[in-house]
């Protein structure tokens, strides 16, 4: 599996960075080790396109090509989501992005200048800490996950414990974040 998306990588050439906006693909299946080492995390498994993105360029919320992201997170069995009935459930969301700026009531890990990936009705985000061709590294204190019949949604990215969460993704085909429903 590797080998093929290290050469769909060299044969479409889609994860190199450009002035051009590009969609980003990333991908993560944690293992049941990893889980248990994280044990805040909800999901098993998680995948993140990030669309119209353009390195070091400005983005406020008012642009219509701001770049929008994609998340689809099947649960992982934890406390939190065998409480909730959603072990193995796929839940995702549309997240708007735009570069952050500093507010009064920011948390002290929230950084101005990064890209922000919100979901609307309040339903929290996460910061993009770094990104390349090959890996996504967020940071987050909770972003909600809906299966289409709520606006924040019921399914949840961490647990309720206070303090941010960080994910590392892997580049992933581009075909897998193509699968992602709106």
Known sequence: ??????????CFGTFGFADEPTELC??????????????RQTVA????????FVPGQT???????????KISALMASTPLTEAADQVGERFG???????????PNDADWVRPGALHCAVECDGG???????????LLIRTEGVRL????NCGGPARLKDDVDGPTTYKLFAAAPE???????
Do not use: G, K
Request: charged share 20%; hydrophobic share 40%; net charge negative.
């Open 26 to 39: 990333f991908h993560r299946q944690y293992t049941d080790q990893h889980l248990v080492n994280h044990p």
């Open 45 to 52: 498994e998680l995948t993140i396109s990030i669309d119209r």
């Open 125 to 135: 985000f996460f910061e993009v800490l770094s990104v390349d061709a090959n890996e």
């Open 146 to 149: 809906t299966d289409r019949a």
């Open 176 to 182: 897998l974040c193509a699968t992602m429903h709106d």
């Open 93 to 103: 969301n549309v997240l708007m992005c735009a570069t952050h700026t500093r507010h």
């Open 1 to 10: 599996m590797r080998n093929m998306i290290c050469l769909s990588l060299i």
């Open 59 to 69: 983005y406020n919320w008012s642009n219509d090509d701001a770049p929008q992201a």
